[in-house]
């Protein structure tokens, strides 16, 4: 009764009293890893979630993987993380833009670890859709024609971009090999900024 006594004197007394009225509940689907976001554009997969050992396809074919992504169809990211750090702008290392064929700034925290990058795909490609944009990615090694390549980069790609929620991530200028396999549907691992 006192507590309820002081509350209502509070609320009573000419000062203002901050009450918050609203307080946001986010259901993650018995995941407890504060970097699972969900909003208007869905859940967001990421390297912290609990792992599956298999990948699904879209039930159409169109998605061969089965088991762990296979190492070998992710080509490197042809940019090391830290790389130049502040040389260009504080807070910046070096970024390859593979349109432009220049060297950009990008977060001196990109490109992540390869094998939570490898993570993150994966728990990606087996929801099959990062931020309601489907992914596919074949995991037949001797399947190399251009499109199944460039679908298995935009995966790639799109997963990077949304690492730790929607939009939140690196950009493509931290993975310019992911990017030039998606123009061009050719996989290969080249060393950009070094």
């Given at each position: ?140 090694a001797s399947d190399q ?12 790609l799109v997963t990077l ?14 993975a310019p090999n992911f ?16």
């Open positions: 009764m006192k507590f309820l006594t002081s509350i209502l004197l509070l609320i009573s007394s000419s000062s203002v009293l901050a009450i918050p009225t609203v307080i946001p509940l986010v259901r993650t689907n018995k995941n407890t890893s504060p970097s699972t976001s969900t909003g208007s554009g869905g859940t967001t997969n990421n390297a912290s979630l609990d792992r599956s050992n298999s990948t699904t396809g879209d039930g159409n074919g169109n998605n061969s993987a089965s088991g762990n992504i296979d190492p070998s169809l992710v080509p490197d990211f042809g940019v090391a993380q830290n790389t130049n750090a502040d040389a260009r702008q504080q807070g910046s290392c070096d970024g390859f833009n593979a349109a432009t064929k220049s060297v950009v700034n990008i977060p001196c925290s990109c490109p992540p670890s390869r094998a939570s990058f490898l993570a993150a795909l994966e728990q990606n490609v087996a929801a099959g859709s990062v931020q309601g944009e489907t992914v596919k990615f074949s995991n037949d024609s251009a499109k199944t390549n460039k679908l298995r980069a935009t995966a790639m971009q949304n690492l730790d929620g929607a939009g939140v991530g690196c950009p493509a200028a931290s990017a030039v396999m998606q123009q061009t549907g050719v996989l290969a691992s080249e060393v950009f900024v070094q």
